[in-house]
């Protein structure tokens, strides 16, 4: 495995989560970059804020998180995305999404583009796409990816906010696709494709969209990793859970950060196992780093 610090790319939401113990910044690409930073990779957010109080604490936030803001768009006409979570007895979040945000709004610029062009790997996903705008620009984005960059497309089935178009459109242009047991049936359904066990399922997927990997990941409970070469399962780390929010994306920081360096799938399932129940543990989805508790979950991420 190399040991190259690679360019990696957030691209998509960015929101306050309104929780009820007060407001933290969140959005799958903050909380994927923020964890490929610390990994040692060079993790970068592209998304889109307001320009509002919301924005400009989003910009601060960022900064204090140790990610840069230049690929951070300002949008004057909309709100700085948000979304009201309810969190029930298992730490298991629901979600109230506003519409109509900057980040439905995202533009196709020749920085973005020049991003794009560096870029070793660009992780997306469904709820970003949810509008013909932003749609249209991360599929600019991902098209302008480099041949050889590595594509993850993170389903993420939020309300109402999917389509099978987006599906299709979204796994033709990736490498690896990223859902949860919970949507894999659902998302099956959507692309009429028969679905009997997460096995076969990933199986399909794979072959059906020329993937060189899957992954289906099942909470505490672990996770299943298939490729060409064969599959693998893992069973988890089992933990006290604070909150789950952030803890996806945290896997599938790892995920890639693994994939990247040529690892096995194994290694690959271990390292985003242990790295996901970490966040899972703690409050949110940029939880602070303590050496001595993250001394275990980082070495095994070298």
Request: include cysteine; aromatic fraction near 6%.
């Amino acid at each position: 495995m190399t040991a190259k610090n690679h360019v990696v790319v957030g691209l998509g939401e960015v929101l306050w989560d309104l929780l009820p113990g007060g407001k933290q910044l969140g959005g799958a690409p903050t909380n994927f970059a923020y964890i490929t930073n610390l990994l040692g990779n060079n993790g970068i957010v592209a998304s889109r804020v307001g320009a509002d109080d919301l924005g400009r604490e989003a910009r601060q936030a960022l900064e204090n998180l140790g990610l840069r803001t230049a690929h951070l768009q300002l949008d004057s006409a909309h709100p700085t995305g948000a979304v009201k979570v309810q969190l029930d007895a298992a730490g298991q979040p629901k979600f109230e999404i506003s519409e109509n945000v900057a980040w439905d709004f995202l533009a196709w610029t020749p920085e973005w583009n020049a991003l794009a062009s560096e870029a070793d790997a660009v992780c997306f996903g469904s709820l970003a796409q949810r509008s013909p705008v932003s749609h249209k620009t991360i599929r600019e984005f991902v098209n302008a990816a480099r041949p050889n960059a590595t594509r993850i497309f993170d389903v993420n089935l939020r309300q109402a906010f999917f389509s099978a178009e987006v599906l299709v459109e979204s796994l033709k242009r990736a490498d690896i696709m990223k859902l949860n047991d919970d949507e894999l049936p659902r998302v099956m359904a959507l692309l009429g494709i028969a679905h009997h066990n997460e096995q076969s399922s990933a199986e399909s997927l794979l072959r059906t969209f020329s993937l060189k990997l899957v992954c289906v990941t099942r909470g505490a409970n672990g996770s299943l990793l298939v490729n060409n070469s064969g599959s693998h399962h893992h069973h988890g780390y089992p933990i006290k859970v604070a909150d789950t929010i952030g803890a996806g994306d945290a896997f599938t920081a790892a995920l890639v950060h693994q994939y990247l360096r040529g690892a096995s799938l194994a290694a690959m399932n271990d390292a985003a196992n242990l790295v996901g129940s970490w966040v899972a543990s703690q409050i949110g989805g940029t939880p602070a780093p303590n050496a001595a508790q993250l001394r275990d979950v980082f070495a095994a991420n070298g």
